[in-house]
């Protein structure tokens, strides 16, 4: 190695090969995910298509000089999505449970839930492209925006909890 510095929008080699390995096994995951079959076969087909799929990635990356920057804060509370996911479910069905056995109609609406907006840079964007789209996963609610002057995001919910029909 010698004691070069990367030049502008250039990254060492180990940083790209990291983020290639990071496009392959989350590519992957996703392949395993839809095919549903960990034959030996299906394996290697979809790690051939990762492959493909990390290195197209990382090269449009390397080319366009961009590089995506996760942060923890902003992988920390999508942990709980499974949760959020699956609550959310019983919370639907009953509902459709209910509509169906009884004809009551779940009580629905909109709230407003306080999210820090953020500035106007590449960066804050991100956050919340992901803070909305994560917001929208669970099958009970869809978010519909950020409010930035009021710094809130406004949600659907097909069923709206007891609790937050109080506040």
Do not use: K
Not at 72 to 95: K, S, T
Not at 117 to 138: C, F, K, M, P, Q
């Amino acid at each position: 190695m010698t004691g070069r510095r990367p030049g502008p929008g250039r990254a060492p080699a180990a940083r790209r090969i990291g983020a290639w390995v990071a496009w392959w096994v989350l590519l992957l995951s996703f392949w395993v995910i839809l095919d549903d079959s960990i034959a030996l076969d299906e394996l290697l087909a979809g790690a051939g298509a990762a492959a493909l799929g990390a290195f197209l990635a990382e090269l449009i990356g390397h080319q366009a000089a961009t590089r995506f920057r996760m942060r923890i804060e902003w992988v920390v509370p999508a942990l709980g999505l499974p949760v959020q996911v699956a609550r959310d479910i019983v919370i639907v069905f009953g509902a459709l449970w209910r509509r169906l056995a009884h004809g009551t109609l779940p009580p629905s609406g909109f709230r407003e839930v306080p999210v820090r907006y953020g500035g106007h840079t590449a960066e804050d964007r991100t956050r919340r492209v992901l803070l909305i789209g994560g917001r929208s996963v669970a099958p009970n609610s869809f978010a519909l925006g950020i409010d930035q002057e009021r710094a809130v995001m406004v949600i659907h919910q097909l069923v709206v909890p007891d609790d937050a029909a109080r506040r």
